[in-house]
């Protein structure tokens, strides 16, 4: 499954251009997307999901067009979840997902099956009778994943799936979305930096409507190499000027004064060591202002 972006282009009232002339590759497995807010990465999903129609430009699922004819065909090979989600709130868990099931067209024996599975694989078999106004935030989450997977969709879309989940339940989604990818495409969309680094080899950054980087995850660490680097501060008025003059990316106060780690391509004049960079690096490198020389 190859999910082709070409040229697009979607623009809101006033002008404002949420997506700009964009072209980009999803190919089969894991792919990470990553970007600030506003950077336009719900409104691709949007796109992707058949919900906004682009200005210009054009998308393909595997050589299908997105178009009004084809939109029906293309949403029983999708699966969407996004970043804000209601779901009936004086339903049981089991009972939603019955009824979404049944929406998305999943037979009744199979979905059940589906529901004990997922319920399971998520950590919410405990939660089934509950009511959907009864689970925590996280809880709801992961609900809302298992709505996604009911179709066992060809094409997986999910908007920060880890958001509300404790460090445990987000391995556990992490590892049940590494298992689902495969033979399938699942465009991952997060802040949380470390789960893309944790589930996906390839991926995009997005910035102000357009894609500043597309490829591996490799390669964007590549491009921070030779420019990170440790120091520590004997004060805050130390901490400050470096600030100043400096990209930081991290900051913690230690025994003998304020760790800084610094993003410059000399080393920076105060006693340091070269790291190397994480993901998190190599994302503020590359979307940041020039780095200082």
């Not at 939109?71 to 999708?78: E, L, S």
């Not at 099956?113 to 405990?126: F, G, M, Q, V, W």
């Not at 809302?144 to 445990?168: K, M, V, W, Y």
């Amino acid at each position: 499954m190859s999910i082709q972006i070409n040229n697009l282009t979607v623009t809101f009232k006033h002008k404002v251009t949420a997506i700009d002339h964009a072209s980009l590759e999803i190919p089969t497995g894991v792919f990470g997307l990553l970007g600030e807010n506003g950077a336009g990465k719900t409104t691709l999903m949007r796109v992707l999901t058949t919900t906004l129609s682009p200005d210009s430009g054009t998308v393909t699922l595997d050589g299908m067009l997105y178009h009004e004819k084809n939109y029906a065909a293309i949403q029983k090979q999708i699966g969407y979840l996004p970043q804000e989600i209601d779901l009936y709130p004086n339903l049981t868990v089991q009972e939603c997902l019955e009824y979404l099931g049944a929406l998305a067209g999943v037979p009744q024996k199979l979905c059940k099956d589906r529901i004990s599975n997922y319920l399971e694989k998520t950590n919410l078999t405990a939660q089934r009778k509950k009511k959907m106004r009864q689970l925590s935030g996280g809880m709801k989450r992961r609900v809302g994943l298992i709505q996604a997977l009911l179709n066992e969709p060809a094409f997986l879309i999910i908007d920060e799936p880890t958001t509300g989940l404790d460090p445990e339940e987000r391995i556990h989604i992490r590892n049940l979305i590494v298992d689902f990818s495969k033979d399938r495409t699942v465009l991952f969309s997060t802040h949380v930096v470390e789960d893309l680094a944790a589930v996906c080899s390839q991926l995009a950054v997005m910035k102000k409507g357009r894609f500043l980087y597309s490829g591996s995850m490799q390669e964007l660490l590549d491009h921070a190499r030779g420019c990170v680097w440790d120091c520590v501060a004997e004060d805050a008025a130390k901490a400050r000027e470096l600030e100043q003059r400096y990209r930081i990316s991290s900051k913690q106060y230690v025994e003998n004064g304020i760790a800084l780690r610094i993003l410059s391509r000399t080393k920076p004049d105060i006693d340091c060591r070269p790291q190397n960079a994480t993901l998190e690096d190599a994302y503020l490198y590359l979307t940041g202002e020039p780095l200082p020389r």
